[in-house]
Every structure is written in C-alpha cells, then in structure tokens.
C-alpha cells in the first residue's frame, strides 16, 4: 500500500512539474490523457493555493477568538490545526481510495488529482466560511 502511494505520488510531481507550456494550455481541448492530466494537476495547483490562503485567514480569525476570551489561550487555533492535519490524511486517503476506478491505467493521475482539486476545493470554501465568522 505505501509503495503505491509513493508511485502516485510520483506520477503527481511528474505531472505538476511538467514543462510551463503544458500548463498554458487550452485545457477546454485537452485530448490526450496526458494533456488532461496537466490540466487537472493546475486545478489542483490552484485550488491548493486557495487553500492555503483560506486556512491562514481561518487561522488568523480563531487566534483572535482566543484573545477575545483569554490572552493565552491557543485551543481554537489548535483545534483548527489539528482538524486540517487530519483533513489532509482524509483526503490523501480518500483518493487513493477513489484512485482504485483506473487503478493502473493511464487515467488514475487524473481520478487521484480530480479527487484532490475536488476535495480541496470544498475544503477551501469551508475554512473561508469559517474565517469570516458568524457575520459573515
């Protein structure tokens, strides 16, 4: 099982450090699958941005919920902390779970990105939710 995963993860860093031309692409017309996989892994790309700059605004908004209630407390920004470590093992699992559809062929990069872009994307939008707090 690890060695599968350290092979899809292979194939994922191949693919995301693919020549920037791949990345220009029309991936509206995309028609090989290795096209298609480049194409997914700058969703991926994109919606991993995204997520990055979600949880550090997320972050930021429960170390001020725990100023507001005491000046050194930290259990909501650890409890956000540790909900995103154990998301990300969820969605890395849940993937691979989703990676056995092509398990093999040449479209399993592309099921295990589109899973990933995906999942984080959704994930994303809930820590922007959760950033602009109950006003928002």
Known sequence: MARRQ????FVVSMILAAP????AMD???AMTQQAINACIA?????ADTDLNAAYRS???FM?????AHSAKSTEAEVALRDAQRAWISYRDQACFAESF???GGSAEAMVVLGCKARLTQQR????WTLAAGPEG
């Open 124 to 127: 994303a939008q809930d820590l």
């Open 101 to 103: 559809l092509m398990k």
């Open 63 to 67: 170390q001020r919920r725990d100023a």
């Open 27 to 29: 991936c509206a017309d």
């Open 20 to 23: 920037s031309h791949v990345h």
């Open 58 to 60: 997320a972050r930021a």
């Open 6 to 9: 350290v092979a899809a993860g």
């Open 42 to 46: 700058t969703e991926f790309e994109a």
